[in-house]
Every structure is written in C-alpha cells, then in structure tokens.
C-alpha cells in the first residue's frame, strides 16, 4: 500500500520534519508538566511585551500620557518591554519546536509569521525613518501624524498577532481532503487533497 503525504514536499516541511524528528521535541510536547508551563509563559509574556508596547503606542497616538515626554516613558518601559520581549521569543521557539510539522502547515500560524515581520518591518520603519526628530515632537500631547500611523498600525497588528496566535490552537484548515485550494495552497498541503 502506498503512503501518501499530506505536505507538499518543500525545505521547509524537510527542516521541520527534521526537529520533529529529535528526541528532544516529542520529550517537550508530551510533557505533562513543561509545555503547559511554556505555552503559559508565553501567553504572559506576549501580554507583559504587548501591553507595555500599547502604552508606547497609546502614547505616540496622544490618547494617554500625554504630560510625559514620549522619551521619559520608552525609558521607563523598555526594560520591561525587552525582557518581554526575549522570553516570549524564546518560548514561542520553543513551542515551534514541540510540534514543528504541524505548526509549519498551520494556516494561522503562517499568518502569524507574516503578521510578526509585518510588526517588524513597522518597527524598523519608526526607528529608522519616522523617529529620527524626536526631540521636536518628544513632548508634544499630539505627535506628527507619521507617527500616530506608526503607533496605529503598531496596534493593529499586534492585536492581529494575538488573535491569529489564539486561532492556531483550532484544526479548521489542516492538511486533509475536502479543504478548499487556497487552503490546500496556503497550509503547503499537497495538491491531491484539492481534487
């Protein structure tokens, strides 16, 4: 009898069949212990990083803090927003590592990635282009509005982030018969699973 796949065949599904063949990634998500705790840990540390970026974005908005320079509260808040920040990295990798296969077919978690280099991209932008004459603006209740759109698109796309981070849980779009072919597309699921 021959063994059909359900993946396309491509670097990635390699790559992640690959750690999914270590010891180390079947220890971590059959734990009965470890991998509630990490996923926990990283529920709470995208909420300390979010959180702490939302009053930033808040604030470049001019909706709150407006009395404190926009400086006064990146100083404060980065530390926290930092140490967020690697932690929920750290475990979000390690999450990946528990069930890569899966995650690498799973259609929210695709838009997941795509929705985290979007955020980074929106990041580097502020940092690289929009931020540059801070010290202008650092004190004004209401920044220029480059920097509102920054602050907006900052929100919205974290929100996404944290919204498609919850759907991935769901097997609404796995790789199995009867998915539309956009799915079948968009997971990496292989082609016989359209007809």
Known sequence: MRHVSLYEPSLLHSFAEWLDSHAWSTALIESLWVWPLLESTHVLTVMLFVGMLAMVDLRLLGFAFKEAPVSHLTSRIL????????????TGLLLFYSK?????????????VVLLIAAAV??????????????RWDSQPKPPAAVRMTAAMS??????V???????????????????AFIVWAAGCAAELAE
């Open 79 to 90: 530390p926290w927003s930092v140490a967020g920040f690697v932690v929920m990295v750290a």
């Open 100 to 112: 890569p296969v899966s995650y690498t077919h799973n259609v929210w978690f695709r838009l997941k």
């Open 122 to 135: 929106n990041a580097w932008m502020f940092h690289r282009r929009v931020s540059r004459d801070r010290e």
């Open 155 to 160: 929100l919205g796309i974290w929100a996404s």
């Open 162 to 180: 944290i919204v498609v981070g919850r759907m991935i849980a769901y097997n609404w779009f796995e790789c199995r018969g009867g998915q539309p």
